[in-house]
């Protein structure tokens, strides 16, 4: 068995203390404005962007460096017609028989229902698949060790690219997504449907509800 090469930590940056805290205030202060938005603008948004930011949410950490995620783009008007309809279907069925009712009074305050227009009119559709397997370069299949952690960290990760390159995001969870595979043609069995991340800029008249994030001191422990 081959041993792994090692290289020097390439790009690594030490800053002095107080350029440290500086920038870990201002990466807050840059994230604090990010909300999630459901009024889009149809405006074009350029395809680099969008391929920088993937760049970006591809240099995620994974399991094994297996890099167990597929990253579907779509802005093809006809494709994001039929992922609305499909997501709608799904979505009336969870809002009218499948959701308890207490999950239906914890998204009351947000205003969601089954109507995603959003769907259509947002330029960019990112459909993010966890990879269960891949295959390696002579065609051996390898199974992915923590695909659903590793594909969540990169998710992370590309929301605060687009957030930072001025675009608004909104994360959707139909559920069942098993849609996403046969609209887009991607394999069953090796797939899954993570979310579907809509990218674009906000609507001029965009409205969010007015709410807030816990204080550190409900969710950080020191020990």
Same mark, same amino acid.
């Given at each position: 068995?081959?041993?792994?090469? #090692?290289?020097?930590? /390439?790009?690594? &940056?030490?800053?002095?203390? %107080?350029?440290? @805290?500086?920038?870990?205030? *201002?990466?807050?202060?840059?994230?604090?404005?990010r909300r999630t938005v459901r009024d #889009?603008?149809?405006? /074009?948004?350029? &395809?680099?962007?969008?391929? %920088?930011?993937? @760049?970006?949410?591809?240099? *995620?950490?994974?399991?094994?460096?297996?890099q167990p995620w597929h990253f579907t783009v779509v802005g093809d008007p006809e494709t994001k017609r039929r992922i609305r309809a499909a997501a709608e279907e799904e979505e009336r069925e969870f809002y009218r028989?499948?959701?308890?009712?207490?999950?239906?009074?914890?998204l009351a305050p947000l205003g969601t229902d089954e109507r995603k227009p959003f769907l259509e009119t947002a330029p960019w559709l990112i459909a993010i698949f966890s990879q269960r397997y891949g295959r390696l370069a002579d065609g051996r299949r390898v199974k992915h060790y923590y695909p659903m952690e590793s594909v969540g960290i990169a998710t992370g990760m590309l929301i605060a690219a687009l957030h930072m390159a001025g675009l608004a995001t909104l994360t959707h969870t139909p559920s069942p997504m098993k849609f996403l595979n046969e609209i887009l043609g991607r394999p069953k069995a090796a797939e899954r449907p993570f979310l579907l991340l809509v990218a674009g800029y906000p609507d001029e008249d965009a409205k969010v509800p007015d709410i807030g994030r816990k204080p550190l001191s409900e969710v950080v422990t020191y020990v």
């Open positions: 068995m081959n041993e792994p090469a #090692f290289i020097p930590l /390439p790009g690594y &940056r030490e800053y002095p203390e %107080d350029e440290m @805290r500086s920038r870990a205030r *201002a990466f807050h202060e840059e994230l604090k404005r #889009f603008s149809s405006r /074009p948004v350029p &395809r680099a962007v969008i391929d %920088d930011c993937l @760049r970006a949410a591809t240099t *995620a950490p994974s399991g094994a460096n297996l028989h499948r959701a308890p009712q207490e999950w239906l009074d914890a």
